[in-house]
């Protein structure tokens, strides 16, 4: 199976997910930037307040900065099997994270493209709600609560986070479009590109990516 391993796809294509069972059953390790710079901002560190700013924009962090926090942090899972989910994000990233792995003599084996049309995002992510206690998601058809708009573990009001909302997920899309789905090109030229149906069943895509990782 293959150890060091990239998830491309864009926002709601169901890779975080596929990411946390591959964790638990094969022992990856879930490398996702999202978190870990999430994690910066929530302890107000120096790279959390400068990630925040771009963040806060709707745009990407520059890839210098993402880099140097980004290799510092791989730096722990070089000999394990590990996932990059969220990163890198743009061709300029790739390239500076594959010279780097090279020079490590940890390159990367594999990177699974978690296809899925623009109108399934938008469905997945602008129904989605969340418990503004306990933080369970629902959505709104695929996943309703038993009483609408509340949750039905805790009993709170469920949420539309910010992130879901239609115009913000938009300007996501369109920053995926623009600077992050050149990678699929960049990767099937070096022949490590998998392609992974994401409009399947969960349990389909999990079966699929393990498929992916086989060969
Ligand atoms: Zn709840």
Redesign the pocket.
Known sequence: MKRRVVLLGPPASGKGTVASQLKSDFGFSHVSSGHWLRREIELGTEIGRQVQVFLDKGELAPDELVLEFMEHRLQAELAEAFLLDGFPRTVAQAKALDEWLVAQGAPIEAVIFYECPESLILDRVTGRRT??????IYHVRNRPPQTPGR??????ALIQREDDTEPVLRQRLKVYVQQTEPLVDYYREQGKLKVVDATLPSGQIYAASIEALKQ
């Open positions: 418990c503004a206690r306990c933080e369970r949750c039905d573990l805790c009993g709170a």
